[in-house]
T-cell receptor, first 113, second 110 residues
Framework: EAQVTQNPRYLITVTGKKLTVTCSQNMNHEYMSWYRQDPGLGLRQIYYSMNVEVTDKGDVPEGYKVSRKEKRNFPLILESPSPNQTSLYFC????????????FGSGTQLSVL | EDQVTQSPEALRLQEGESSSLNCSYTVSGLRGLFWYRQDPGKGPEFLFTLYSAGEEKEKERLKATLTKKESFLHITAPKPEDSATYLCAVQATGGFKTIFGAGTRLFVKA
């Protein structure tokens, strides 16, 4: 089954404790992206990747890191999480970046205390 | 600055009561406009892509239309299972970002 898999589904952590949210897709998609969703603000793009070893900032990249060492994986790293990073996070992928529909994972609900 | 605004924030309908959701956008150049459906606790699911003004697409009770400044998602004779949040998004020329609106929460009562 074609899918985007995120882990974990729920995560509670404390300020400053490094964490990684994993994302993997099995569709051989070139384009992958991370979004955060906050009430009233909608989905905001954090980082995206056009292909292996190619990443670029979205609209809200501060406090986040990403890497794309393999085509299927695109982990999101929070080196020193803060409470304002409490949010619902989605990973998405598409065949290519140009006007292609996005396939989304099920989301990761992160709470930073 | 590229921007997407959706209205209303929430819409309550009776089953069978047709209505429309609005998506207004401001972009330097439109590469494509997308509609997604999001159910509680799940990621958004793709519905439509529209590329140019005048274009229309249909899927079951949903019909999406596009003008130079806005898009409408028309829902004909909705059913309770159409209850969800509907998201509009645009991709502008000259970049690879997809910019989302805040969404419209639709509630359809039987």
């Amino acid at each position: 089954e074609a899918q985007v898999t995120q882990n974990p589904r729920y995560l509670i952590t404390v300020t400053g404790k490094k964490l990684t949210v994993t994302c993997s897709q099995n569709m051989n998609h070139e384009y992958m992206s991370w979004y955060r969703q906050d009430p009233g603000l909608g989905l905001r793009q954090i980082y995206y990747s056009m292909n292996v070893e190619v990443t670029d900032k979205g609209d809200v990249p501060e406090g986040y890191k990403v890497s794309r060492k393999e085509k299927r994986n695109f982990p999101l790293i929070l080196e020193s999480p803060s409470p304002n990073q409490t949010s619902l996070y989605f990973c998405a992928s598409s065949q290519a970046g140009f006007v292609e529909k996005l396939f989304f994972g099920s989301g990761t609900q992160l709470s930073v205390l | 600055e590229d921007q997407v605004t959706q209205s209303p924030e929430a819409l309550r309908l009776q089953e069978g009561e047709s209505s429309s959701l609005n998506c207004s956008y401001t972009v330097s150049g439109l590469r494509g406009l997308f509609w997604y459906r999001q159910d509680p606790g799940k990621g958004p699911e793709f519905l439509f892509t529209l590329y140019s003004a005048g274009e229309e697409k249909e899927k079951e009770r949903l019909k999406a239309t596009l003008t130079k400044k806005e898009s409408f998602l028309h829902i004909t004779a909705p059913k309770p299972e159409d209850s969800a949040t509907y998201l509009c998004a645009v991709q502008a020329t000259g970049g690879f970002k997809t910019i989302f609106g805040a969404g419209t929460r639709l509630f359809v009562k039987a």
